[in-house]
């Protein structure tokens, strides 16, 4: 007679985990944290107001998840994200989010479309104001809403796990999307309105992909001439 396969008692949840891991994975994509920056445990648990236990716990899950660099001898770093790594994050965000854009016009209702256009009046006024912060969320929760109308369950799921990040790799190249980005979002709310789905997919290929050409822009004007020749200095003639 085979013996009953054993069953591990399910683990109780760790709110204070949980809670810190989500103030931590926050503080990073507002830049609060910045990247690159050390990660002192003692610290970041007498900011929090608890003990290191849970953040050690979770710095170790932002590892996992791509947030936070571990560094033997060194201790924990947040991570700095490399442009390719970027580039990639944006392609996939890019296809995710036109077949969502293409499915809400499909789907959409009058209030839905409502809800949009308030999302989108309010990501104005926040440009305007200068509240970058502000006009991130208002595009975080403008995308989201759209997928979120495109009925598709899975789709949601996928787009929700980039979403994030998309913020954090996002607010650095808000200011120089501007207010252009918000005019592109107003087009795209038409046609969704309108119910095209061809071109509300093609409206959001467009947008995305000029968010993800002005990163690139963004990365270049930031980046050190290290190529560039130095100027050559003046040759001092010989006293004769």
Request: charge should be negative; include cysteine.
């Given at each position: 007679?085979?013996?009953?396969?054993?069953?591990?008692?399910?683990?109780?949840?760790?709110?204070?985990?949980?809670?810190?891991?989500?103030?931590?994975?926050?503080?990073?994509?507002?830049?609060?944290?910045?990247?690159?920056?050390?990660?002192?445990?003692?610290?970041?648990?007498?900011?929090?107001?608890?003990?290191?236990?849970?953040?050690?716990?979770?710095?170790?899950?932002?590892?996992?998840?791509?947030?936070?660099?571990?560094?033997?001898?060194?201790?924990?770093?947040?991570?700095?994200?490399?442009?390719?790594?970027?580039?990639?994050?944006?392609?996939?965000?890019?296809?995710?989010?036109?077949?969502?854009?293409?499915?809400?016009?499909?789907?959409?209702?009058?209030?839905?479309?409502?809800?949009?256009?308030?999302?989108?009046?309010?990501?104005?006024?926040?440009?305007s104001a200068g509240d970058i912060d502000a006009a991130v969320q208002a595009n975080s929760d403008l995308h989201r809403r759209i997928t979120e109308m495109s009925g598709n369950k899975f789709l949601m799921d996928f787009a929700a796990q980039v979403d994030r990040r998309v913020r954090w790799y996002y607010t650095p190249v808000a200011p120089a999307r501007g207010q252009e980005s918000w005019r592109e979002h107003a087009r795209l709310i038409k046609a969704i309105g309108q119910g095209d789905s061809e071109l509300a997919a093609q409206i959001m290929r467009e947008h995305t992909e000029r968010t993800r050409t002005t990163y690139h822009r963004t990365v270049a004007e930031g980046r050190p001439e290290a190529d560039s020749p130095e100027p050559e200095k003046p040759r001092r003639r010989r006293s004769r």
């Open positions: 007679m085979s013996s009953p396969t054993l069953i591990r008692p399910l683990q109780r949840p760790a709110p204070l985990r949980e809670s810190v891991h989500e103030a931590l994975t926050e503080m990073i994509i507002a830049g609060t944290l910045q990247p690159g920056q050390h990660l002192v445990e003692v610290e970041l648990a007498g900011q929090l107001g608890v003990s290191r236990q849970p953040v050690r716990e979770a710095l170790q899950r932002l590892h996992n998840e791509g947030w936070v660099d571990l560094r033997p001898g060194y201790g924990a770093m947040v991570h700095v994200p490399a442009e390719e790594e970027v580039d990639q994050l944006l392609a996939v965000r890019a296809a995710l989010e036109s077949e969502s854009a293409s499915l809400a016009a499909a789907h959409a209702t009058k209030e839905q479309v409502a809800e949009l256009n308030e999302l989108c009046r309010t990501g104005k006024a926040a440009m």
